[in-house]
């Protein structure tokens, strides 16, 4: 099969080979899907290889091959092809269900490439217009829409983003009293840390009751910036072999395709897999080291005034 793109380590992807894979993955899926369905769908379809799913974006918390399929679906969004729902649910449009060759989609990449650069431009000599513009600060910018045209700083980093590089800095053995007290919090007991005990790789143990029947759980937790590959998943699974009824795994970083395939496999023990931005959301809820607050925002309608 010849290959649309190739994710490396480093360097910019065929981004309009990138949308054509997108476009012909949610095709084989049904129409719509939700993102981590259509990205394992992508690596499917193109083969992607674990190597390539564990590249890293220079924030250390973005895998590059999910950055770039982000990006991917913008193009197709801004161009008519994909239109998504508030919960995260990305389907074709009409036009994108007619998309069949790299020609379309690259002419879709192009068209909006033109789109943003004028509206750039616009904005730009909107503001030269509206203020005073010092000596020597007038000089044109790239208005380019696209990933290599939006670095990102540490101040913009997202909460996540901000909890993962926090997690990541722990020590491990902290990182496991972490994953201890969130399984309490879920509703685990008797949860035991053997971290330090080099039991197989088994980072700790726990019971989980579901109405009449308990289960016990083996987990293991990892801070990984990369990708857990399915060969972890096996190892994971052969140290708890025939000692529990389940497994958990647990990591800041992601699980390739292929892991995900390994955690669910036919005649072999079920291990359930929690990636960083779940991790986050489990965190954030229970609100271990995180603090969500509501701010009240308050609006005035002076035309209300007028009509008294």
């Given at each position: 099969m010849?290959?649309?793109?190739?994710?490396?380590?480093?360097?910019?992807?065929?981004?309009?080979g990138?949308?054509?894979?997108t476009?012909?993955?949610?095709?084989?899926?049904?129409?719509?899907?939700?993102?981590s369905?259509?990205?394992?769908?992508?690596?499917?379809?193109?083969?992607?290889?674990?190597?390539?799913q564990?590249?890293?974006?220079?924030?250390?918390?973005s895998?590059?091959?999910?950055?770039?399929?982000?990006w991917?679906?913008?193009?197709?969004?801004k161009?008519?092809?994909?239109?998504?729902?508030?919960?995260g649910?990305?389907?074709?449009?009409?036009?994108?269900?007619?998309?069949?060759?790299?020609?379309?989609?690259?002419?879709?990449?192009?068209?909006?490439q033109?789109?943003?650069?004028?509206k750039?431009?616009?904005?730009?000599?909107?503001?030269?217009?509206s203020?005073?513009?010092?000596?020597?600060?007038?000089?044109?910018?790239?208005?380019?829409?696209?990933?290599?045209?939006?670095?990102?700083?540490?101040?913009?980093?997202?909460?996540?983003e901000?909890l993962?590089s926090?997690?990541?800095?722990?020590?491990?053995?902290?990182?496991?009293?972490?994953?201890?007290r969130?399984l309490?919090?879920?509703?685990?007991?008797?949860?035991e840390?053997?971290?330090k005990?080099g039991?197989g790789?088994?980072?700790?143990?726990?019971v989980?009751?579901v109405n009449?029947?308990?289960?016990?759980?083996y987990f293991?937790?990892?801070?990984?910036?990369?990708?857990?590959?399915?060969?972890?998943?096996?190892?994971?699974?052969?140290a708890?072999?025939g000692r529990a009824?389940?497994g958990?795994?647990i990591?800041?970083?992601?699980?390739?395709?292929?892991?995900?395939?390994e955690?669910?496999?036919?005649?072999?023990t079920a291990i359930?897999l929690?990636?960083?931005?779940?991790l986050?959301?489990?965190l954030?809820?229970?609100?271990?080291g995180?603090?969500?607050?509501?701010?009240?925002?308050?609006?005035?309608?002076?035309?209300?005034?007028?009509?008294?």
């Amino acid at each position: 099969m010849t290959r649309r793109f190739k994710i490396e380590e480093t360097g910019f992807p065929d981004l309009a080979g990138l949308m054509l894979v997108t476009v012909q993955a949610l095709k084989e899926i049904g129409g719509s899907a939700a993102i981590s369905e259509l990205d394992e769908k992508v690596v499917e379809v193109e083969g992607c290889s674990e190597e390539e799913q564990s590249y890293m974006m220079v924030d250390g918390n973005s895998p590059r091959l999910n950055y770039y399929l982000a990006w991917a679906r913008t193009y197709l969004k801004k161009g008519g092809a994909l239109e998504n729902s508030r919960k995260g649910v990305w389907a074709l449009t009409s036009l994108g269900s007619s998309i069949n060759s790299y020609a379309e989609t690259k002419a879709i990449y192009e068209a909006v490439q033109v789109e943003e650069r004028e509206k750039a431009r616009g904005k730009r000599l909107a503001k030269l217009k509206s203020a005073e513009i010092e000596k020597g600060s007038t000089g044109e910018k790239n208005g380019d829409l696209g990933p290599e045209n939006n670095p990102k700083n540490e101040q913009d980093a997202s909460w996540d983003e901000q909890l993962l590089s926090v997690l990541r800095s722990m020590d491990p053995s902290a990182f496991e009293r972490l994953a201890q007290r969130l399984l309490r919090e879920a509703g685990f007991t008797k949860v035991e840390v053997r971290g330090k005990s080099g039991d197989g790789g088994i980072d700790g143990v726990g019971v989980l009751r579901v109405n009449l029947v308990s289960f016990q759980v083996y987990f293991q937790c990892k801070r990984y910036k990369g990708g857990v590959a399915a060969g972890e998943i096996r190892d994971f699974r052969g140290a708890m072999q025939g000692r529990a009824d389940k497994g958990l795994f647990i990591t800041t970083g992601h699980y390739t395709a292929q892991a995900n395939d390994e955690a669910t496999r036919d005649g072999a023990t079920a291990i359930d897999l929690i990636d960083g931005g779940r991790l986050c959301e489990l965190l954030k809820i229970n609100n271990l080291g995180v603090t969500t607050e509501m701010v009240e925002q308050v609006t005035i309608h002076p035309e209300w005034f007028k009509e008294i």
